[in-house]
């Protein structure tokens, strides 16, 4: 089974330093190796992106940073893993190392083995 990892925290005014990064960069090493670890991304700070909403029939655009949010989305992860437990482990391991926060996981949805390799019509 496949699963997001949204990893959400407080954002940060400073650059990780470079013991996280090594320690980050081991996890993530680690991972790929293992095979439990698909990819990952950090996010750049919020003051570089933007929300888009649809409300009511009209699209606004809000230019970051996001100052009214408590927690933003810091980057994510696609995982493998067996069961929905598994998962949650890897994320407590995750958050051992990246600090404060939380990991919203989210089982994604996969196609049954028949259907995979259909081409669109």
Known sequence: MRFLSIYKSAERNTPPTQ???????KLIEEGMKAGWLLGTE???????????????GDITVTDGPFTEAKELVGGFA?????????VIELARNFLRIAGEGE????QLYELPEGQKHCAAS
């Open 42 to 56: 950090g996010c750049l700070p919020s003051a570089l992106g933007a929300r888009v909403r649809l409300a009511n």
């Open 103 to 106: 990991c919203e996981l989210r």
């Open 78 to 86: 696609i995982l493998q893993a067996n069961s929905k437990q598994e």
């Open 19 to 25: 013991e996280e990064m090594n320690k980050m960069g």
